[in-house]
């Protein structure tokens, strides 16, 4: 399959500290591609500098036919990439509404764009004109995914999305995605492996900076010593 993102020897540093050590990540375009890894091993680290948040010591990353390794972060997601980061990124002083606006080119809404994440998130509609920080952490969860697709994007990074969530949002949340990649890929990076499951078309595993395994997801979800094996846990546990 085509890759919409590639990554080739990547390597990044934060301060003194060496944190991925060459990672090499094909994302194929369309549906959802799962990045796993334990606590610590780059996953954050990866899409922190896809979006040029930080920056390579060495490698190349290359979104559809332009290289964005040097890229601006703003200029990056001008090209059609969103990133959903683990603390949401939400202003809590704004209006839901004010939230939403801020995430669009031009501050204007498309009517047919909105009614669809009305659709797929009540809870956007009914506290439009309510100040974010007063919304649940499921609300301010679909907030923070709502901004991402309120315009047409290519790609979108999202970062431990159920983190925290109650089961019942958490279910909510897989058909939310499920419609969302039907027209835009997603990059996601998960611990609960039953979300990633349930969810991932590809997976790849990241261990100390280093991609260690990338293949279907529906294979390593049947292999539970495999999973022991990369992520030392049973993620049917999970």
């Known amino acids: 399959m085509t890759a919409i993102l590639r990554l080739d020897d990547v390597h990044t540093d934060i301060a003194q500290y060496r944190v991925l050590h060459g990672v090499l990540l094909d994302v194929p375009e369309g549906g959802v591609h799962v990045l796993l890894g334990r606590n610590g091993a780059g996953k954050t680290t990866t899409l922190r ?19 964005i390794t040097a890229m601006r972060t703003p200029d990056i997601a001008r090209l059609g990439i969103a990133y959903v980061p683990e603390n949401m990124g939400i202003f809590g002083g704004l209006t839901v509404e004010e939230n939403m606006r801020l ?3 031009t501050g204007a809404f498309d009517k047919n764009r909105l009614a669809r994440i009305f659709a797929l998130f009540p809870a956007i509609e009914k506290f439009w004109t309510t100040q974010a920080y007063a919304l649940s952490g499921g609300q301010k969860q679909m907030l923070a995914i709502s ?5 047409r994007r290519d790609l979108i990074l999202i970062d431990e999305p159920t983190k925290g ?10 058909d ?11 990059l996601l990076v998960e611990q609960n492996f039953l979300f990633a499951k349930a969810l991932g078309r590809g997976v790849s595993v990241i261990d100390d900076g280093r991609i260690i395994h990338r293949g279907p997801m529906a294979d390593l979800a049947a292999d539970a010593d495999l999973q022991t ?7 049917e546990a999970h």
Do not use: Y
């Open 176 to 186: 939310a995605f499920r419609d969302i990649a039907q027209e835009t890929t997603i």
């Open 103 to 105: 995430a669009t080119a």
């Open 229 to 235: 094996r990369l992520l030392s846990l049973s993620a």
């Open 147 to 151: 901004r991402a697709i309120v315009e």
């Open 165 to 174: 969530l109650a089961p019942a949002i958490i279910r909510n949340m897989i």
């Open 49 to 67: 500098t896809v979006m040029g948040l930080w920056r390579t010591r060495k490698g190349a990353i290359v979104f559809r036919h332009h290289d």
